[in-house]
Structures are given as C-alpha cells and as structure tokens.
C-alpha cells in the first residue's frame, strides 16, 4: 500500500496545531487560530499580558529554502497588519489596544519563537 502524503494545507494544520501548543507553554491565552476575512488570514490571534498578538506561524522540514521567517515578506506583513486593523475593529477593541505580530519559526521540529518581529 502506497503511503499517502498530507497535503500542504494539513501539514500546516499540524505545525499551527505545534505551534499553539507552544504558546501556550509560554503563557500564551489562544483566542482564536486561522482568523480570516476578505483582506487575509492570521494563523493565531492571542494574548499575552496586556498586549494582542498577531502570530505568524512558518514551517520548513530543512535549512534547504531558508529561515522559515525569512518567509514573512513585507507584503506579507502588510496584509497581516490590514488584517489584524480589521480583526481590533470587528472584535471591538480600542485604538489604545497594545498590539504586537510574532513569529513562530519551525525547522522539523525546532520552533523558535521571534516576539514583536515586524
């Protein structure tokens, strides 16, 4: 029998799935994973302390591609930030609501954790 291979989307389910259990083991409060609208997606929307924070979760079996968080370009960033403006507006939150986008990096099966990355 043929071993199946999990497509892109379910490997990133687990390494998001990998990731949260990490932040929560770094005192992070998961408010919600895979938040999305018409301007994109947040992979993780939680709290830590008083702030927000947007995290951006990549994935790479190896070194071969780079830094996975080499992969969170400046487009990339803006449509997470135009994304996170709408996610405070439609959840209510003030414009005073202290914010911040972190980025969680996973080589196999090392994660590192980069606070206020962008």
């Known amino acids: 029998m043929k071993r199946q291979i999990p497509n892109r989307r379910e490997t990133g389910r687990q390494y998001e799935e990998k990731a949260v259990s990490f932040l ?13 609208d018409r301007f994109g997606e947040i992979d993780i929307v939680a709290e830590e302390g008083a702030y927000l924070v947007f995290v ?17 370009s400046a487009r ?5 930030r135009h994304t996170a403006s ?4 439609r959840h209510g939150y003030g414009e005073d609501t202290p914010c ?8 196999g099966e090392e ?4 606070r206020d990355a962008f």
């Open 24 to 36: 929560r083991q770094q005192g992070y409060v998961i408010l919600e994973k895979n938040y999305r």
């Open 76 to 80: 990339k960033q803006g449509r997470i």
């Open 100 to 107: 911040r986008f972190d980025v969680v990096s996973i080589v």
């Open 86 to 89: 709408w996610y405070l507006y």
């Open 56 to 72: 951006e979760v990549k994935y790479r079996r190896d070194m071969r591609n780079g830094y996975p968080e080499e992969a969170v």
């Open 111 to 114: 994660i590192s954790l980069f």
